[in-house]
């Protein structure tokens, strides 16, 4: 699919279209009221970034832009560039980044990665991307597993290319996935990058981490860090102090952890 810029579009009155609010009201999200919708992953996401200033930033497979909103409140001196497959999705995030008023710091192109890793290799300081969870063959619709989150013509090694090709040289990139896939996630980050840091995400005390964030460097040759990682929840289903500092108080995942993350 050949990459295009898109624009914004007024989307008033589209009754298959909701508001929700991240980061504590901080970003205002209008997503589809039906099949994937962003939840807390794209703000974990978003939290493991340092981007600063005057950095650029790429988000692949930005869906409604919840990621690439998320990291531009929280540091307001970088821009993103969000890559989304789907066209409508694609105007869906050009929609809300004029909502947040950030529509001069986050553009969005559709087209596959592929193609923005070919058009954009090398520009991007940072790099984020939340890949489709289940390979085709693991995956059941029958039982409800959402289209979104099933791997389609691209598989996990080639997000983790595509988003090595468009960083620069020690660059980071970071994503979040599956933890029973984290050995094949390391496995194609180990070709291209180093310095890697593994955050587990805990759902509660003394339950396995469902989830990881993965942060490495293009380029760098530096030992496997595993972190302290981040709880979820508490016994009684709330959100650990921790998890309300990076889900609503827009607080960084690493400064988080250095606070009691776990």
């Known amino acids: 699919m ?3 810029a898109i624009r914004a579009t007024d989307g008033a009155g589209d009754a298959g279209i909701g508001e929700d609010r991240l ?3 901080r970003v205002r999200l209008r997503q589809p009221r039906r099949g994937y919708r962003a939840a807390i992953d794209p703000v974990l996401l978003a939290a493991a970034v340092p981007a600063a200033p005057g950095e650029l930033v790429a988000d692949l497979g930005t869906g409604a832009g919840a990621a690439a909103l998320c990291l531009l409140a929280r540091c307001p001196g970088c821009r993103v560039t969000g890559f989304e497959l789907q066209p409508g999705l694609a105007a869906l995030a050009a929609d809300n980044a004029r909502l947040n008023g950030l529509e001069d710091r986050f553009s ?3 087209g596959d990665i592929a193609r923005a890793a070919q058009d954009w290799r090398g520009r991007f300081d940072r790099v984020m991307a939340n890949p489709p969870y289940l390979p085709a063959a693991r995956a059941d619709m029958s039982a409800g597993d959402d289209p979104a989150t099933v791997e389609g013509g691209a598989g996990l090694g080639d997000w ?4 090595l ?3 620069r040289p020690k660059g980071t990139v970071a994503l979040i996935h599956r933890a029973d896939r984290l050995d094949e996630l390391l496995a194609h980050l180990a070709a291209g990058a180093g310095g890697i840091v593994v955050l587990p995400l805990w759902p509660k005390p003394g339950l396995a981490a469902k ?4 942060c490495a460097r293009r380029g760098v040759r530096a030992p496997l860090t595993l972190g302290p990682g981040l709880v979820l929840h508490d016994a009684r289903g709330c959100y650990t102090g921790a998890a309300e500092q990076v889900l609503r108080a827009a607080q960084g995942l690493f400064e988080a952890q250095s606070h009691g993350g776990v």
């Open 108 to 110: 969005v192109v559709a």
């Open 2 to 4: 050949l990459a295009r």
């Open 211 to 214: 989830r990881v964030v993965v």
């Open 165 to 167: 090709a468009l960083v």
């Open 160 to 163: 983790v290319r595509a988003a």
């Open 23 to 25: 980061l504590g009201g």
